[in-house]
Protein backbone atom coordinates (compact mmCIF):
# COMPACT_ATOMS: atom_id res chain seq x y z
CA UNK A 1 0.00 0.00 0.00
CA UNK A 2 1.44 3.15 -1.32
CA UNK A 3 -0.68 5.96 0.52
CA UNK A 4 -3.92 6.72 2.46
CA UNK A 5 -6.37 9.32 1.74
CA UNK A 6 -8.98 10.43 3.69
CA UNK A 7 -12.05 12.17 1.66
CA UNK A 8 -14.84 14.62 2.97
CA UNK A 9 -18.00 13.38 1.19
CA UNK A 10 -19.96 15.67 -1.50
CA UNK A 11 -23.32 14.20 -2.80
CA UNK A 12 -22.72 14.35 -6.48
CA UNK A 13 -25.09 12.14 -8.17
CA UNK A 14 -28.98 11.48 -7.82
CA UNK A 15 -28.54 8.25 -9.17
CA UNK A 16 -26.30 6.87 -6.28
CA UNK A 17 -28.58 9.15 -3.35
CA UNK A 18 -31.27 7.31 -4.76
CA UNK A 19 -29.90 3.33 -4.74
CA UNK A 20 -28.70 4.77 -1.32
CA UNK A 21 -32.26 5.81 -0.59
CA UNK A 22 -33.44 2.34 -1.26
CA UNK A 23 -31.30 0.41 1.00
CA UNK A 24 -32.49 2.30 3.89
CA UNK A 25 -36.13 2.01 2.82
CA UNK A 26 -36.50 6.04 2.15
CA UNK A 27 -38.08 7.31 -1.51
CA UNK A 28 -36.55 10.02 -3.36
CA UNK A 29 -39.13 11.91 -4.89
CA UNK A 30 -37.43 13.86 -8.35
CA UNK A 31 -39.00 17.00 -8.97
CA UNK A 32 -40.81 17.53 -5.60
CA UNK A 33 -40.21 21.19 -4.26
CA UNK A 34 -41.63 21.22 -0.91
CA UNK A 35 -39.76 19.50 2.05
CA UNK A 36 -42.26 18.80 5.55
CA UNK A 37 -40.97 19.55 8.66
CA UNK A 38 -42.04 21.21 12.08
CA UNK A 39 -45.59 23.08 12.36
CA UNK A 40 -46.89 21.49 9.07
CA UNK A 41 -44.40 24.32 7.47
CA UNK A 42 -42.36 22.99 4.38
CA UNK A 43 -39.20 24.14 2.75
CA UNK A 44 -38.38 24.46 -0.65
CA UNK A 45 -35.59 22.38 -2.40
CA UNK A 46 -35.11 20.46 -5.36
CA UNK A 47 -35.97 17.01 -4.90
CA UNK A 48 -37.74 15.03 -1.54
CA UNK A 49 -36.71 12.29 0.38
CA UNK A 50 -39.80 10.36 2.18
CA UNK A 51 -39.04 8.60 5.27
CA UNK A 52 -41.20 6.11 6.50
CA UNK A 53 -42.93 6.00 10.23
CA UNK A 54 -42.66 10.13 10.12
CA UNK A 55 -44.17 13.56 8.71
CA UNK A 56 -40.64 14.88 8.38
CA UNK A 57 -38.77 14.85 5.02
CA UNK A 58 -35.23 15.34 3.93
CA UNK A 59 -34.88 18.02 1.48
CA UNK A 60 -32.24 17.69 -0.79
CA UNK A 61 -30.92 21.42 -2.98
CA UNK A 62 -28.45 21.47 -5.67
CA UNK A 63 -25.93 23.81 -5.16
CA UNK A 64 -24.89 26.09 -8.47
CA UNK A 65 -21.87 24.03 -8.14
CA UNK A 66 -23.53 20.61 -9.31
CA UNK A 67 -23.14 19.23 -5.32
CA UNK A 68 -26.67 18.46 -3.40
CA UNK A 69 -27.15 19.40 0.42
CA UNK A 70 -29.38 17.77 2.19
CA UNK A 71 -31.51 19.35 5.73
CA UNK A 72 -33.89 18.30 7.43
CA UNK A 73 -35.54 18.78 10.97
CA UNK A 74 -34.80 16.46 14.15
CA UNK A 75 -36.94 18.17 16.47
CA UNK A 76 -39.76 16.04 18.79
CA UNK A 77 -41.04 12.51 17.69
CA UNK A 78 -41.23 13.00 14.24
CA UNK A 79 -37.43 14.07 13.37
CA UNK A 80 -36.88 11.46 16.49
CA UNK A 81 -37.75 8.77 14.21
CA UNK A 82 -36.05 10.25 11.42
CA UNK A 83 -32.15 10.50 13.05
CA UNK A 84 -33.30 6.87 13.87
CA UNK A 85 -33.84 6.19 10.75
CA UNK A 86 -30.73 7.89 8.87
CA UNK A 87 -28.74 8.55 11.51
CA UNK A 88 -27.35 11.90 13.13
CA UNK A 89 -26.84 14.54 10.79
CA UNK A 90 -28.05 11.92 7.83
CA UNK A 91 -24.98 9.85 8.28
CA UNK A 92 -26.28 6.56 7.66
CA UNK A 93 -27.57 7.97 4.60
CA UNK A 94 -24.64 9.55 3.59
CA UNK A 95 -22.75 6.47 4.56
CA UNK A 96 -24.98 4.61 1.99
CA UNK A 97 -24.61 7.21 -0.43
CA UNK A 98 -20.49 7.14 -0.42
CA UNK A 99 -21.19 3.08 -0.84
CA UNK A 100 -23.30 3.19 -4.09
CA UNK A 101 -20.95 5.76 -5.52
CA UNK A 102 -17.73 3.08 -4.30
CA UNK A 103 -19.46 0.60 -5.82
CA UNK A 104 -20.28 2.11 -8.95
CA UNK A 105 -16.95 2.96 -9.50
CA UNK A 106 -15.55 -0.21 -8.71
CA UNK A 107 -17.63 -1.83 -11.96
CA UNK A 108 -16.68 0.95 -13.97
CA UNK A 109 -13.30 -0.16 -13.97
CA UNK A 110 -14.59 -3.41 -14.78
CA UNK A 111 -13.45 -4.70 -10.75
CA UNK A 112 -14.91 -6.88 -8.88
CA UNK A 113 -16.72 -5.66 -5.84
CA UNK A 114 -17.65 -7.09 -2.38
CA UNK A 115 -18.82 -4.70 0.95
CA UNK A 116 -18.93 -5.61 4.79
CA UNK A 117 -19.92 -4.29 7.54
CA UNK A 118 -17.44 -3.80 10.23
CA UNK A 119 -17.70 -3.74 14.27
CA UNK A 120 -17.18 0.25 14.60
CA UNK A 121 -19.81 0.63 12.36
CA UNK A 122 -17.90 1.80 9.08
CA UNK A 123 -18.71 -0.70 6.08
CA UNK A 124 -15.75 -1.48 3.68
CA UNK A 125 -16.04 -1.83 0.35
CA UNK A 126 -13.15 -4.02 -1.64
CA UNK A 127 -12.37 -3.96 -5.07
CA UNK A 128 -10.50 -6.28 -6.83
CA UNK A 129 -9.48 -6.53 -10.73
CA UNK A 130 -10.69 -9.37 -12.41
CA UNK A 131 -7.63 -11.35 -14.65
CA UNK B 1 -0.62 -8.43 -1.17
CA UNK B 2 -1.39 -11.03 -3.35
CA UNK B 3 -4.75 -12.19 -3.59
CA UNK B 4 -6.14 -9.58 -1.85
CA UNK B 5 -8.58 -6.44 -2.61
CA UNK B 6 -6.44 -3.59 -4.88
CA UNK B 7 -8.43 -0.87 -3.70
CA UNK B 8 -10.10 -0.90 0.19
CA UNK B 9 -12.70 2.17 0.73
CA UNK B 10 -13.76 2.45 4.40
CA UNK B 11 -16.80 4.79 4.77
CA UNK B 12 -17.68 5.70 8.43
CA UNK B 13 -21.30 6.55 10.19
CA UNK B 14 -20.89 10.19 8.57
CA UNK B 15 -20.16 9.15 5.24
CA UNK B 16 -16.32 10.05 5.48
CA UNK B 17 -14.42 7.83 3.72
CA UNK B 18 -10.81 6.62 4.10
CA UNK B 19 -9.04 5.28 0.16
CA UNK B 20 -6.55 2.71 0.22
CA UNK B 21 -4.54 0.52 -2.53
CA UNK B 22 -2.95 -1.77 -1.15
CA UNK B 23 -2.32 -3.80 -4.82
CA UNK B 24 -0.33 -0.89 -5.67
CA UNK B 25 3.09 0.35 -5.55
CA UNK B 26 4.40 3.15 -6.37
CA UNK B 27 2.86 6.41 -7.98
CA UNK B 28 0.33 3.73 -9.80
CA UNK B 29 -2.20 4.53 -7.14
CA UNK B 30 -2.88 7.51 -7.29
CA UNK B 31 -3.91 7.37 -10.71
CA UNK B 32 -5.75 4.23 -9.85
CA UNK B 33 -7.58 6.11 -7.09
CA UNK B 34 -7.88 9.23 -8.63
CA UNK B 35 -11.38 9.15 -10.43
CA UNK B 36 -12.84 7.18 -6.98
CA UNK B 37 -11.29 10.11 -4.83
CA UNK B 38 -13.28 12.61 -7.18
CA UNK B 39 -16.47 10.73 -6.91
CA UNK B 40 -16.50 10.55 -3.37
CA UNK B 41 -15.92 14.21 -2.55
CA UNK B 42 -13.18 16.33 -1.33
CA UNK B 43 -9.83 15.29 -0.48
CA UNK B 44 -9.21 16.05 3.24
CA UNK B 45 -5.52 14.51 4.21
CA UNK B 46 -3.34 12.20 2.26
CA UNK B 47 -0.41 9.87 3.92
CA UNK B 48 1.92 8.90 1.33
CA UNK B 49 3.65 5.13 2.86
CA UNK B 50 7.17 4.09 2.21
CA UNK B 51 5.80 1.90 -0.78
CA UNK B 52 4.80 5.13 -2.75
CA UNK B 53 8.31 5.62 -3.40
CA UNK B 54 8.74 2.22 -4.51
CA UNK B 55 9.25 1.83 -8.46
CA UNK B 56 5.91 -0.23 -9.65
CA UNK B 57 7.38 -2.68 -11.44
CA UNK B 58 9.51 -5.41 -10.64
CA UNK B 59 13.10 -4.93 -11.09
CA UNK B 60 14.89 -7.09 -13.29
CA UNK B 61 18.16 -8.89 -11.90
CA UNK B 62 19.91 -10.57 -14.51
CA UNK B 63 23.44 -12.06 -14.89
CA UNK B 64 25.05 -11.10 -17.71
CA UNK B 65 28.23 -13.12 -18.52
CA UNK B 66 30.81 -10.55 -20.48
CA UNK B 67 32.99 -12.23 -23.13
CA UNK B 68 36.67 -10.46 -23.39
CA UNK B 69 37.55 -10.12 -26.89
Given at each position: ??H???V??????L??L?????R?G?T??R????A????????T??H??????T?????V?????????L?C?????????LKQ????DL??L?????????????R????SV?????S????????K??? | ?P?????????????????T?P??????????????I???????SE???????Q??Y????K?V?V???
Open positions: MSMTQSLEIKSAEERACNLLLVGKTKRYYGHSTMCDVIEVPRAFDIAKRLSNGTFTSDFYGQEGGITCGNGLKQAYAVEVAKREGKKGMTEEKTNGKIRVKMAVV | MGGPDIIVEVDPEGNSVVAGFKGRACTEATKELAALGTKTKKTPDFYPDEPVKKKKSA
